[in-house]
């Protein structure tokens, strides 16, 4: 590492172990102290060094805390359901998109017969398939089955590297891949780990089915008004898109396999089993209920082990070991440091949120509902262009839903506003460190970082704000 990491490395340490040594400020407790040295200095940890080791050594900090005991500690952080949720949802996904169902459906979107009448319907078309596709999968596979795809599109239409073009669709694509994540909690670590912060806090838990209303809802007039700002501010040049036989898009695309079938058939059923509580909860309630006592993690888990019993030409659809070895395990100990933080921060014994609520009262008491959450909004968007996703909804949840809980701010459904920081903290696409898609979007070659950062920017803040003005009404009246 250079020498700027190793000093923080020796900051963050002696933060999150050091700080019993320092005398209360700002009105902590010694114990708040503690518990705001270990935030802190994980926090600088994920910016600066990495987002892998940091996450054990947060959960071994906090054992040497009055709050927990190796045991809990362990139990608040790899013992939370989010956990499971993330790493078998994981493998489920991985196996579909290894038949090649991904590649599939993003060609049949692109080579409908009606492309062909106006080029603008062929782009809208080609951005839609991420936003649909992504509603289920991970971005980072969505995104990359988009390259070779338009890929071929400019070299067919003779564009070159630089080229304004090509640049906008890859930045396109990639932002309907991240877009995508909003729409569902279902295989997106972001939205479900906001959600497991406020099931922490509140004692129940945002409905799959509520927050897919909300997501779907305000992805779709996001998607509306980016189009607009493709075709009148950034002026996208569709003359070329008239001469695309589409029909090239095809090659390579064979008929469907059993396995890509059966695999098709077990996630189908697995994201059933996520959606009924939800919607059958008034027609059904004792089933709803049972099926609500199953826990989110359970309908993924039981889909990895039909993926291992069932059998294609004497091969397992998926193979356990290929698949948890392909699992996010980063993200996994991200989210089971977060979850034992979250717990952390909002204890009553450490007394932080009557801090930060005291501090900013006096700054936020008159603001407007709609105002704030247009701040919060704005502000998740911003930071989680230039840093991790998981790390901005932690840091933002953290410092905006105390507010609320400790009455500085009145007027705001506090379930709404972590829809809002769950779904703002997808929105990455500007710098290519914001998230692993973006990071590939750079290395294709197609996608300068320059452009990526001002036209990337533009596209945040129109989510910021939509998200805000269209999506938190919403939010608002179902949750």
């Known amino acids: 590492m250079s020498i700027k990491k190793w000093i ?43 987002t892998s080791w940091p996450s054990v050594l947060c959960i071994i900090a906090f054992m040497f805390t009055d709050l927990y005991t190796y045991s809990s500690a362990l139990q608040a952080s790899m013992g939370g359901w989010i956990v499971s949720f993330v790493l078998f949802s994981s493998m489920v996904t991985y196996v579909l998109g290894q038949t090649g169902f991904l590649k ?16 603008w319907i062929f782009v809208a078309l080609l951005f839609l398939a991420p936003l649909v596709i992504g509603s289920f999968m991970s971005p980072v596979p969505t995104f990359i089955v988009f390259v070779p795809i338009a890929e071929q599109i400019f070299h067919e239409l003779g564009y070159q590297k630089g080229d304004k073009f090509p640049q906008i669709i890859i930045l396109g694509i990639l932002f309907f891949a991240s877009l995508s994540t909003i729409t569902t909690p279902i295989a997106h670590t972001v939205p479900i780990l906001a959600m497991s912060l406020f099931e922490q806090d509140m004692g129940y838990s945002i409905d799959f089915v509520q927050y897919t209303i909300f997501g779907v809802v305000s992805a779709a007039a996001i998607f509306v008004v980016a189009m607009l700002l493709m075709k009148f501010v950034f002026r996208l040049e569709t003359d070329r898109l008239k001469n695309l036989d589409t029909e090239i898009l095809k090659q390579g695309v064979t008929k469907m396999s059993r396995e ?4 098709l058939i077990v996630f189908a059923a697995v994201v059933v089993l996520w959606m009924a509580p939800g919607l059958i909860s008034g027609i059904l309630p004792a089933v ?7 826990g989110t993690p359970t309908p993924a ?10 059998h294609v030409d004497g091969k397992p659809l998926m193979k356990f070991t290929e698949a948890i070895a392909k699992a996010p395990w980063t993200a996994v100990m991200m989210v089971a ?7 952390a921060l909002t204890s009553e014994d450490a007394g932080i949120t009557v801090v930060i609520t005291d501090a900013l009262s006096p700054l936020i008491g008159n603001m407007s509902p709609i105002v704030f959450v247009l701040c919060i909004s704005i502000f998740t968007v911003m930071l989680t262009n230039f840093a991790s996703n998981t790390v901005t909804v932690t840091l933002i949840y953290s410092i905006a839903l105390p507010l609320v809980y400790g009455g500085a701010i009145s007027g705001v459904n506090p379930a709404a506003l972590t829809s809002i920081i769950g779904a703002g903290a997808c929105v990455a696409l500007a710098t290519p460190p914001s998230t692993a898609h973006a990071a590939v979007a750079a290395g294709t070659g197609w996608l300068n970082t320059d452009f990526m950062l001002r036209y990337g920017l533009v596209l945040s803040l129109v989510a910021a704000v939509l998200l805000a003005v269209v999506g938190y009404p919403i939010a608002a009246a179902i949750m």
């Open 8 to 50: 923080v490395v020796i900051l963050s340490i002696f933060l999150m172990f050091g700080t019993p040594l320092l005398p209360p400020l700002f009105g902590l407790s010694s114990l708040g102290m503690q518990v705001a040295g270990i935030f802190v200095g994980t926090i600088l940890l994920w910016l600066f060094v990495s």
């Open 104 to 119: 599939r459906v993003a060609v049949w979107f692109v080579t409908r017969p009606f492309t062909k009448k106006n080029p």
């Open 260 to 263: 890509e079938k059966y695999s």
């Open 288 to 294: 709803s209920t049972f099926l609500s006592s199953l």
């Open 301 to 310: 888990m039981l889909g990895v082990v039909a993926l291992c019993l069932i």
């Open 337 to 343: 440091a977060t979850g034992i933080l979250g717990s």
